[in-house]
């Protein structure tokens, strides 16, 4: 175990916090975190990641990729992506896959921290379209757990993979459980 690893581990069970990981066989993989309530949830997972010695990639507003902070959030695994902008984003973000030795891209796919009726759909695009599993990470305050597992390869029907992960998700609180959003596609 390297340092950073050592000292992630220590302060997440001096905070108070367990962690469990069942590691997927793949190497590569989307990793869907949830749920997604707090600022803090960004804090917690990178500590978590640490601690459990995955370097993931992660998607983040580009307007925060400026100077001063932009070399941090970079050198944390951060990918600017700019919203306005986002064609071709699902195959830029599988093309990553392929050009990179054992890439693992994190993402919330609730989107945001305030409640809504839907997730984003993108990570499953994402990984439709690279042909690797996805991998479901959780900040579990109630538990005062971080982990992952329940990784899977997703299928053709859309409705199928969320009710999966519908059904991994269902005991896991965040910070402000009353903002989770509602683990479901858009409806039309």
Do not use: C
């Not at 066989?25 to 309530?37: F, L, Q």
């Not at 932009?70 to 944390?76: C, D, E, P, T």
């Not at 919203?83 to 054992?102: G, P, V, Y």
């Not at 998700?169 to 910070?175: A, I, L, M, S, T």
């Amino acid at each position: 175990m390297n340092l950073i690893s050592r000292f992630s581990s220590w302060l997440l069970k001096t905070l108070g916090w367990t962690m469990h990981a069942d590691y997927p066989d793949a190497e590569k993989y989307v990793m869907i975190v949830a749920p997604h309530t707090s600022n803090w949830d960004f804090v917690l997972g990178i500590v978590a990641s640490r601690a459990l010695k995955l370097h993931a990639h992660f998607m983040g507003k580009h307007t925060v990729f400026v100077w001063p902070i932009g070399w941090f959030f970079r050198a944390l695994g951060g990918l600017p992506v700019d919203r306005r902008r986002a064609e071709n984003l699902i195959q830029q973000m599988a093309d990553l896959f392929t050009t990179s030795d054992r890439p693992i891209l994190a993402l919330a796919p609730e989107g945001t921290r305030t409640k809504k009726d839907h997730w984003k759909t993108g990570f499953y695009h994402i990984a439709r379209a690279a042909k690797v599993p996805i991998a479901m990470a959780y900040l579990d305050y109630g538990k005062r757990q971080v982990g992952f597992g329940g990784t899977f390869y997703p299928g053709d029907d859309i409705e199928e993979v969320f009710a999966r992960i519908r059904e991994f998700y269902k005991d896991r609180r965040g910070k402000f459980p009353e903002q989770e959003s509602l683990i479901q596609i858009r409806k039309e």
